[in-house]
């Protein structure tokens, strides 16, 4: 396999990896509702997922290291040349800095912050991350009060019913 082949199949996998790590992180966050273990699940196995194809992919054609700690090693084990493990390195920062710019140009639109909090000054991206903030911040914390007495609830229906 040419040197050129294996550094483009070292570039391509990296940043294959990295946007599908990155981009089912923010969708599996996005998903979950605040449930953390159900994002990390759906991160780990996108992530596991990915690894068998890229691995299986580009294994024969660069070895798939992806990685220029892994890479370091190889140098270091004395299996790769110094020239070829920079130009590894290379290869797989530029692929890695392409596919966090990848992930982020999907989701680019949850830096906007549309979703403001009737109760704070928060703002979200998506009306589930509002709902779930406002579930878990605000019901807690009881931020309805009766103008009337000192009662306080955690929900606006429930200070209707309180003053009626």
Same mark, same amino acid.
């Given at each position: 396999m040419t040197p050129? &082949? &294996?550094?483009?199949?070292?570039?391509?996998?990296?940043?294959?990896?990295l946007a599908t790590v990155i981009g089912s992180g923010i969708m599996a966050e996005r998903l979950a509702d605040g449930n953390l273990a159900l994002a990390l699940l759906?991160?780990?196995?996108?992530?596991?997922?990915?690894?068998? =194809?890229?691995?299986?992919?580009?294994?024969?054609?660069?070895?798939?290291?992806?990685?220029?700690? =892994?890479?370091?090693?190889?140098?270091?084990?004395?299996?790769?040349k110094r020239q070829e493990a920079l130009f590894y390195i290379c290869a797989q920062i530029f692929g890695g800095i392409l596919g966090v710019f990848a992930a982020h140009m999907m989701f680019d639109h949850e830096k906007r912050r549309d979703h403001a909090c009737?109760?704070?000054a928060a703002a979200f991206g998506e009306v589930n991350h509002l709902t779930a903030?406002?579930?878990? =911040?605000?019901?807690? &914390?009881?931020?309805?009060?009766?103008?009337h007495c000192a009662a306080a609830f955690g929900e606006a229906g429930a200070l209707t019913k309180h003053v009626r």
């Open positions: 050129s &082949r &294996r550094l483009a199949a070292e570039a391509l996998g990296t940043f294959s990896l759906g991160n780990t196995i996108p992530t596991g997922a990915i690894l068998v =194809v890229l691995i299986t992919v580009f294994g024969p054609i660069s070895g798939a290291q992806f990685n220029p700690a =892994v890479t370091l090693c190889f140098w270091l084990r004395g299996e790769m009737p109760h704070c903030h406002i579930r878990t =911040v605000h019901e807690k &914390r009881k931020d309805h009060a009766c103008p």
